[in-house]
């Protein structure tokens, strides 16, 4: 009878490029590892029904223990009821005791609409869940299906959304209420698929080819993460081999001289890290902006830069938001931070101002100030401005700030500068006939050399010290080795903070 079960979710699945939920949890963990629980919960044996729209249970990746839950489309369309919310509870309360991470798989129409608001209390119950588990264990959500209505929800309050390019949708109201209400005709694709996502709302952190690049990703996130917030991140063995060692004396070939040039900062990091292995998170969203995961020494961390080649590596709402949920993320579950800056500043213009620079860009600051892991930054070419304080500036609580010796620290470029500080010379310049444009250039060239270095931020104790490029990976490596005992201030008088909106 199990097997017809089966054979039924595969008829129902594989026509359609889709894997069933039981070959989803075979392909997410180690194999022979899952052990299910409530079973046949929901069903009737009797009546040949065996169980209900999901399956629970744990098993292992990379030997670490883990929750799973995947949703069943065959069985009634995967829809959430109140068995189904049941066993999504059980399995999270065990997960918590056990102080184990959550991955989810969905792939279900919503709320069954039969089971009415009871099946809508059950989404209740399992948003207050994940809130509850949130920066306790991590929570992974792979959206292989549809996933809609509310239920959107569910994945939104998890740590990280994997997604594929195809037949993964997630949308508050499907096309169909969509052109009903506004007459607007639209895909399931272009309101809520993969690219979307990934690309332009940022909801999703990952886009996969297909499903098993989506669990590939999920097990490849849990390698940098520790099982819940009271552990340490795990451990690698790391013998310093001669390829990471020259790639990171070389660094310095990978930035170009001139500050108006660009290059990928992916390049920088992967030339100073652990056998150049990078994961990177959001890589489609806010490109301007780079995070991800990588290793120094065997010990995960979490990076934050700039991206030169997008934009000036500028940073505008959406790089601020990205960063800043990086940041609380590592924080969240004890990842040291590195910061690579090279920022010309903040996106000027009303676009950016309209959209809420003050209060997204906001939540960049919060998240580093109240960071309480390591925190490690390097100014590798230039530092301008407000953006120069909240890209983990000493001030905002970094631990150890470095610069490349030819870096350029400053309120602001030498272009805005002389047309507010030399206005008056260069207005007298141009009432006695002078050459107003060499006397810019004059000027320009005089403020330069005098406030656009790094020399003021070493004189105030902002910087600790300047750095040969070539050293940057040992520096790294060795301020982290010292931070290894640093005591997480989480003792406060206050609930919480009241973070920008
Ligand atoms: C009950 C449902 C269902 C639902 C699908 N089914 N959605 N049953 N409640 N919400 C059933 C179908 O009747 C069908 O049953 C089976 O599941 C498979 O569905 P199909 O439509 O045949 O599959 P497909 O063509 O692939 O389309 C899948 C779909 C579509 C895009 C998900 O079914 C759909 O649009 N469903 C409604 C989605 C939606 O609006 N959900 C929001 C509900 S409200 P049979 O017996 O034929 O196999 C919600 C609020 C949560 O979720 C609130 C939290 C705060």
Not at 81 to 109: F, N, W, Y
Not at 484 to 499: F, G, I, L, M, Q
Request: hydrophobic content about 40%.
């Amino acid at each position: 009878m199990l097997e017809l079960a089966e054979e039924r979710a595969r008829d129902r699945q594989h026509p359609k490029g889709r894997k069933t939920a039981r070959e989803r949890i075979r392909m997410l963990l180690d194999e022979g590892t899952f052990a299910e629980i409530d079973r046949f919960a929901g069903g009737d044996i009797d009546q040949g029904y065996l169980g209900c729209g999901v399956i629970t249970g744990f098993g292992t990746v990379e030997g670490r223990p883990v929750a799973v839950y995947a949703q069943d489309f065959s069985v009634l369309g995967g829809t959430l009821g109140q068995t189904e919310g049941r066993k999504i509870m059980h399995l999270m309360d065990q997960a918590m005791r056990l102080r184990i991470p959550v991955i989810s798989l969905l792939d279900s129409g919503g709320a069954r609409i039969q089971e009415g608001v009871a099946a809508l209390a059950q989404y209740g119950h399992i948003f207050k869940a994940i809130s509850d588990a949130s920066g306790v264990i991590p929570q992974i959500s792979v959206i292989l299906g549809p996933c809609a209505g509310g239920a959107v929800y569910g994945p939104a309050l998890t740590d990280f959304i994997i997604m594929t390019k195809r037949s993964s949708y997630m949308f508050v109201t499907g096309p169909g209420v969509v052109k009903a209400v506004t007459g607007e005709d639209i895909s399931s694709e272009e309101l809520g698929g993969g690219d979307l996502h990934n690309i332009e709302s940022g909801v999703a952190h990952f886009l996969a080819e297909d499903e098993e690049q989506a669990l590939e990703y999920a097990r490849g996130l849990l390698t940098y993460l520790p099982s819940n917030c009271q552990e340490e991140p795990p451990r690698y063995a790391f013998e310093e081999d001669p390829q990471t060692t020259a790639n990171a004396q070389a660094v310095a070939d990978l930035v170009p001289e001139s500050p108006k040039e660009g290059y990928d900062c992916r390049d920088v990091i992967e030339a100073l890290v652990d056998h150049g292995e990078f994961l990177e998170v959001h890589s489609l969203f806010a490109p301007n902006v780079v995070v991800g995961f990588a290793c120094f020494n065997g010990t995960p961390v979490g990076i934050v830069s700039n991206q030169p080649s997008v934009d000036a590596g500028t940073l505008d709402v959406a790089a601020s938001e990205k960063s800043a949920r990086f940041v609380q993320m590592c924080d969240a579950f004890s990842l040291p931070i590195v910061t690579l800056v090279d920022v010309p500043g903040y996106r000027p213009g009303s676009e950016q101002e309209r959209a809420g620079i003050i209060r997204r860009g906001a939540k960049l600051i919060t998240a580093y100030s109240t960071a309480s892991v390591p925190m490690v930054t390097i100014i590798v070419r230039k530092a301008y401005g407000g953006a120069f304080i909240v890209m983990g500036s000493k001030s905002l609580g970094a631990d150890f700030n470095y610069s490349w010796p030819s870096s350029q620290i400053a309120v602001m470029g030498s272009e805005g500068a002389v047309d507010i500080v030399f206005r008056k010379q260069l207005r007298k310049a141009g009432e006695e006939g002078r050459n107003v444009a060499e006397q810019r250039a004059y000027y320009q060239e005089l403020y330069s050399k005098q406030s656009v270095n790094p020399n003021l931020s070493l004189n105030i104790g902002e910087l600790d010290a300047l750095i040969d490029p070539k050293d940057t990976r040992s520096i790294i490596c060795r301020s982290l080795r010292v931070l290894e005992s640093k005591r997480r201030n989480v003792a406060s008088d206050r609930y919480h903070n009241n973070p920008p909106q």
